[in-house]
């Protein structure tokens, strides 16, 4: 016989097993997702993030489908709740102690947070507490700038928060115009030729597409009183839903929702820090982030509806 005519036969056959396997192996995928009743509610949002995370990380379990949760009633289950806020809360501010020893706060496990930092140019000083209260008309010491993102209500109450000011631009500690910044504004002022230094969540920066962005680096708010030192961030939570016996089948889930490769990839696709401590942290600017949150006793969230 012809070899031409034998390696085609050959090629067919390798052809027709490959394609029989994933047949097989897509049987098997569709009958795990029929036959199990958990299910991933997740944070409008969030729902593309989370596809992507499960695509990259790979859970042991493969759940029944992924459903939006819209932030009200909290879902019987069984499954996960993947939230940013999975409990209503009245407060303004919601404190944590120790939170990145625990890693959990009752029932809900803490799997990445969007921290907020002072962020600076490395050749520029660090913004101390007595630089940043001996400012005026917008300069902090008359050594630099303290910048704000007007436009941004989150900005706005995030430095609201932190000083327990009623209106931040009365103080006359940012420049003038700022009332009307954008975060295009602030980034132009802060890779500039002053000093400046700016109050921001660590994904505003990483998702800061200018390539001289490397010389930026990150300091915690400036305290006055270091006893109360504490770190402002938005946490994702990951909550077991359903009776206990339906959350002990599970386990292996939980442990991969705990483990520092599962997180990392967590973080990177919200381009946030992962919370366990041996995730491994994106940038030199993240670094400084993670290491920030392992040693802050005091993590708080401000209330979005507050």
Not at 3 to 30: D, M, W
Not at 61 to 89: H, S
Not at 191 to 207: F, N, Q
Request: aromatic residues 12%; charged residues 20%.
């Amino acid at each position: 016989m012809n070899l031409s005519i034998i390696k085609r036969i050959f090629i067919s056959i390798e052809g027709l097993v490959l394609c029989l396997l994933l047949a097989i192996t897509g049987i098997y995928l569709l009958r795990g997702r029929d036959n199990s009743p958990n299910i991933w509610y997740v944070e409008k949002g969030l729902e593309n993030h989370w596809v992507r995370i499960l695509r990259e990380a790979e859970p042991p379990e493969l759940f029944k489908e992924i459903r939006v949760w819209d932030g009200n009633e909290i879902p019987g289950g069984p499954g996960f709740l993947i939230a940013t806020k999975p409990r209503q809360n009245r407060e303004n501010v919601t404190m944590y102690y120790r939170l990145s020893y625990d890693l959990h706060y009752e029932d809900a496990i803490v799997l990445a947070l969007d921290p907020w930092m002072i962020f600076r140019k490395q050749t520029d000083p660090v913004l101390t507490a007595d630089r940043l209260h001996s400012g005026g008309n917008g300069s902090a010491g008359n050594d630099g700038v303290v910048l704000i993102t007007g436009k941004d209500p989150a900005s706005v109450r995030a430095w609201t928060a932190r000083l327990n000011e009623n209106n931040p631009f009365e103080t006359n500690l940012f420049p003038d115009g700022s009332q009307t910044y954008s975060w295009r504004d602030v980034f132009f002022r802060l890779m500039g030729s002053e000093t400046a230094w700016v109050y921001a969540p660590l994904s505003t920066i990483r998702h800061y597409p200018h390539f001289r962005k490397s010389v930026l680096t990150a300091d915690p708010f400036p305290e006055p009183d270091t006893r109360w030192h504490c770190l402002q961030a938005t946490l994702l939570w990951a909550v077991p839903l359903g009776s206990p016996k339906e959350q002990e089948k599970m386990k292996e889930t939980v442990a991969w929702l705990k483990n520092p490769q599962t997180q990392t990839v967590i973080a990177d696709n919200l381009e946030w820090i992962p919370a366990d401590p041996y995730g491994k942290p994106y940038d030199p600017v993240s670094l400084i982030s993670h290491r920030n949150w392992l040693t802050t006793p005091y993590i708080y969230e401000v209330n979005v509806n507050q």
